[in-house]
Nanobody, 124 residues
Framework: QVQLVESGGGLVQPGDSLTLSCEAS????????MGWFRQAPGKARAFVAG????????SYPDSVKGRFTISRDNAKNTVFLLMNGLKSEDTAVYYC?????????????????WGQGTQVTVSS
């Protein structure tokens, strides 16, 4: 398994932007696709973005399309999630995940490794 560490969460106001980072440590994520998920209290973990190893394919659900952008820097074993136009409904714990099969899946069970999560709170 790959060790993943998220950072960048915090408290922001509606309309603000925030960038989350996910760094793989102890082992490279070479060849892995990466995903971001979020989980709000009382709700299931939901897919918000995915990217292939080479970064040539990305995917987003309609709820964040046009507002969120996933990217990666393979030289630094880091994946980013740029979130623009944040809304109160974006409040959740955000997790990054790695899939050694280099797929983009919206299903949490397809991912092999997970980070511990970072809290994002959008509130005025």
């Amino acid at each position: 398994q790959v060790q993943l560490v998220e950072s960048g969460g915090g408290l922001v106001q509606p309309g603000d932007s925030l960038t989350l980072s996910c760094e793989a440590s102890a082992r490279t994520v070479s060849g892995y696709s990466m995903g971001w998920f979020r989980q709000a209290p009382g709700k299931a973990r939901a897919f918000v973005a995915g990217i292939t190893w080479r970064g040539d394919i990305t995917s987003y659900p309609d709820s964040v399309k046009g507002r969120f952008t996933i990217s990666r820097d393979n030289a630094k074993n880091t994946v980013f999630l740029l979130m623009n136009g944040l809304k109160s409904e974006d409040t959740a714990v955000y997790y990054c995940a790695a899939d050694q099969r280099n797929r983009i899946s919206s299903k949490a069970y397809d991912y092999d490794s997970w980070g511990q999560g970072t809290q994002v709170t959008v509130s005025s």
